[in-house]
Nanobody, 121 residues
Framework: QVQLVESGGGLVQSGGSLRLSCAAS????????MSWYRQAPGKGRELVAR???????NYVDSVKGRFTILRDNDKNTGYLQMNSLKPEDTAVYYC???????????????WGKGTLVTVSS
């Protein structure tokens, strides 16, 4: 059925870059808002970035100037471009999105299963 699948996580050195992808599969009419969250070891889940259907973006202060959230509506896919990575960015990154699956109906919220990003010092 409908699901979100993240990819692109891995091990990267401090100061390096990584691009995460979030693909919505199944019968998707459109994506409304898409967000990226992260959860570091022993910590709670934190909102990292968000992009609306009109392209408005929002970032947590700790990643401003380093991370960029993007979307490709034709591919039903979102991205998180992460530059100048720091060890404190190490976490499992989760995609979250409101997916419109039925025309004229409100979107429903979905979570991906997460992808691990490890930044070495």
């Amino acid at each position: 059925q409908v699901q979100l699948v993240e990819s692109g996580g891995g091990l990267v050195q401090s100061g390096g870059s990584l691009r995460l992808s979030c693909a919505a599969s199944g019968r998707i009419f459109s994506i409304n808002t898409m967000s990226w969250y992260r959860q570091a070891p022993g910590k709670g889940r934190e909102l990292v970035a968000r992009i609306t259907s009109t392209g408005t973006t929002n970032y947590v202060d700790s990643v401003k100037g380093r991370f960029t959230i993007l979307r490709d509506n034709d591919k039903n896919t979102g991205y998180l471009q992460m530059n100048s990575l720091k060890p404190e960015d190490t976490a499992v990154y989760y995609c979250n999105a409101d997916l419109i699956t039925t025309r004229w109906m409100p979107g429903q919220n979905y979570w991906g299963k997460g992808t691990l990003v490890t930044v070495s010092s």
